[in-house]
């Protein structure tokens, strides 16, 4: 991946998670951006989101859905980016994974004692 590409992506997550945590009305969730990817062409972008607690995950990546014209034009407006990819939002589960392996690990070390 190009330099480039990366600091386009690092760009985009640092001001999509300010407009979320912005516009979403989170009541009972926490929701957080994990990543984004964006293509090589710059006209799409795959944005990772995690959401807890787990059972708020549909809930929380509607809400986020529900704004992505409005996330789109405030990109627009803040970014002097010739073009403004198409965010295409989904539930990352990285953090929830960890976890569960993490907890696999414990038990098997206290086994070993």
Known sequence: MSERIEKVNELLLHEIATLINREVKAS????????????????????????????????????VRSINSLI?????K????????????SFDDTEKNAAVIEDIIDQIKHEKK
Do not use: M, Q, W
């Open 28 to 63: 009972g969730f926490l929701i957080t951006v994990t990543y984004v990817k964006c293509a090589s062409d710059l006209k799409h972008a795959n944005v990772g989101i995690s959401i807890l607690p787990d059972n708020k995950t549909g809930s929380g990546l509607r809400a």
């Open 72 to 76: 789109h034009k405030e990109l627009k």
């Open 78 to 89: 803040k970014l002097n980016l010739k073009y403004i990819p198409k965010l295409h939002f």
